[in-house]
């Protein structure tokens, strides 16, 4: 009885009366508790997950941030989406790997502007480069991996910490703390890496992986790059007949122990060519963190998880 006089007192009064009351309704009901509000702070954007992780070790709780790339992500092959440009048009600062690593990334900026907002981590970095097999010129490419190495996120740290001082000046000692214990983990986990890879017999320390990845970690830990089933720094190319039988010549001329291939990607070729060869298949997370309490969910953990994928395999 009660709501039917109610609402018949509601449609007695002026249509302007009940817009307003049907729209403060509606909005009291679109209001999130406060412990669901985003938190105030400085608005930046990272493509990856792994530059994701290392910006939010130094931003704390001074940022808000969006990571583009979903967990598991093919950088080489990303599309932007228009959420995407809309994320990032509302950010201060778009943090990048750089090194031709998101190649979406200038199309797009192109095309909503702000591109002296867009950061690039690996700046600084001495870049390690190839001639590609297959591509159209014999200009070298540089190798985008550079997290394969904790000492060149030593240097993103360094970039990260500018970018944001340099945008947020009040909250300057706050970045530089941050990146100064950031930066004192990774030497400590520089110390740990160098100590597992000695459990590995010098002549095991070889690896075949699915593109070729690990270049500057083969380069700092006193590994050798034999090859890759893709031989290139993206992971979009086709392999010829010819490159598998390369492969394949190197795998056995050369005694490898195991095929590293990235998470998530077609294992069904590797596992041809592990079967030719003898050869274990080893799964590595490579360009993107895993799903949280996977074993890599954060960049230390990441390289803590490769890592000992990698000794247990070879030593």
Not at 126 to 140: D, I, M, T
Not at 185 to 202: A, F, H, Q, Y
Request: charged residues 15%; contains cysteine.
């Amino acid at each position: 009885m009660v709501n039917r006089y109610f609402y018949q007192h509601i449609l007695q009064m002026p249509v302007t009366v009940i817009i307003i009351i049907c729209m403060t309704l509606v909005m009291s009901s679109c209001q999130q508790p406060a412990a669901l509000t985003k938190s105030t702070g400085l608005k930046v954007v990272a493509t990856t997950s792994l530059v994701g992780d290392v910006v939010s070790q130094v931003g704390g709780d001074k940022i808000q941030l969006e990571v583009l790339l979903p967990l598991g992500t093919d950088p080489h092959s990303f599309s932007p989406t228009p959420r995407d440009a809309s994320i990032i048009a509302d950010a201060a600062i778009v943090f990048a790997n750089g090194v031709g690593l998101e190649e979406f990334l200038k199309p797009l900026m192109d095309n909503i502007g702000g591109a002296s907002k867009v950061m690039e981590v690996s700046q600084g970095i001495v870049y390690r480069s190839l001639v590609e097999q297959g591509s159209r010129s014999n200009l070298p490419t540089d190798d985008p991996h550079t997290w394969m190495d904790p000492n060149n996120v030593i240097i993103w740290v360094d970039n990260i910490v500018s970018a944001l001082s340099n945008e947020d000046p009040t909250n300057k000692a706050y970045y530089v703390e941050n990146g100064q214990n950031y930066q004192a983990k990774l030497k400590d986990l520089d110390t740990w890496i160098r100590s597992e890879v000695s459990i590995i017999p010098e002549q095991n320390r070889k690896l075949v992986t699915d593109h070729l990845i690990f270049g500057y970690f083969v380069d700092r830990y006193g590994f050798m790059q034999v090859g890759a089933i893709i031989p290139g720094f993206s992971s979009l190319a086709e392999p010829s007949a010819q490159d598998i039988a390369q492969i394949e010549d190197a795998i056995h001329s050369m005694g490898v122990k195991a095929i590293f291939i990235n998470v998530g990607v077609n294992v069904n070729l590797a596992q041809r060519i592990a079967n030719d060869t003898g050869m274990q298949v080893v799964l590595l997370y490579m360009e993107s963190l895993s799903d949280k309490g996977a074993g890599a969910d954060n960049y230390l953990e990441f390289m803590h998880y490769d890592v000992n994928k990698i000794v247990n395999a070879l030593k």
